[in-house]
């Protein structure tokens, strides 16, 4: 049974730029959420997609976007990067059972911007 | 929003007890989790409370009370490999994001 998957594992990115990050959910999971974790820090909730919908959004500029596509996967996306954004952007999935909804944490990716 | 405490650091000998204790205040409240997070790894799923009282798993158990907005985590005969940090993240009431503390760094000596 794979778990949650993310790619890539690692980004360099300078200033300005955009990056795309990935996540495939645990099987059987329909519900993603990101979230950014700076070092040192717990993680801050980005926002979380369930059919393909953002369902709630946590305290981030819109330069922060997403997408959840039929299969479940899902992708965050930033635009005009700042060095702020240098974190550890991890994605969880999870299956709503009767309000007992537990949340998976994929790898992460550790994003460097310069 | 939630605020959410717990101790920046703690330290124990192998084979001993930790407790890791965290606070919360919240409007709603629709439970609490525990994760673990070694250096550099996603965190993992430790336990889950929603009501009140002890939730035991192997070495690991969590407590929980809603009145007083408290949890513990108890970690018991410490292992090296449970040098870790610990994240509690509550869920309020038709919420669906966790909120997370800043973590709890458990240094496990020889």
Redesign the interface.
């Known amino acids: 049974d794979a778990g949650v998957t993310q790619s890539p594992t690692h980004l360099i990115k300078t200033r300005g730029q955009q990056v795309t990050l990935r996540c495939s959910p645990k099987s059987g999971h329909d519900?993603v959420?990101w979230y950014q974790q700076a070092l040192?820090?717990?993680?801050?909730?980005i926002f979380?997609y369930?059919e393909e919908e953002e369902?709630?959004r946590?305290n981030f500029p819109d330069r922060f976007s997403g997408h959840q596509f039929p299969n479940y996967s899902s992708e965050l996306n930033v635009n005009a990067l700042l060095l702020g954004d240098s974190a550890l952007y991890?994605c969880?999935s999870s299956l709503r059972l009767g309000?007992?909804?537990?949340?998976?944490?994929?790898?992460?990716t550790r994003l460097l911007v310069l | 929003g939630q605020n959410i405490d717990q101790p920046t650091e703690m330290t124990a000998t192998e084979g001993a007890i930790v407790q890791i204790n965290c606070t919360y205040q919240t409007s709603g409240f629709n439970g609490l989790f525990w994760y673990q997070q070694h250096a550099g790894e996603a965190p993992t799923f430790l336990s889950y409370n929603v009501l009140d009282g002890l939730e035991e798993k192997g070495r690991f158990s969590s407590f929980l009370s809603r009145s007083k907005g408290y949890s513990y985590l108890l970690l018991k005969e410490l292992q090296m490999k449970d040098s870790a940090s610990y994240l509690c993240a509550v869920r309020d009431q038709d919420d669906y994001k966790l909120s997370f503390g800043a973590g709890t760094t458990v240094t496990v000596r020889a």
């Open positions: 519900t959420s040192g820090q717990g993680p801050q909730f979380q369930y369902r709630q946590g991890l969880a309000g007992k909804e537990t949340q998976y944490f994929g790898p992460g």
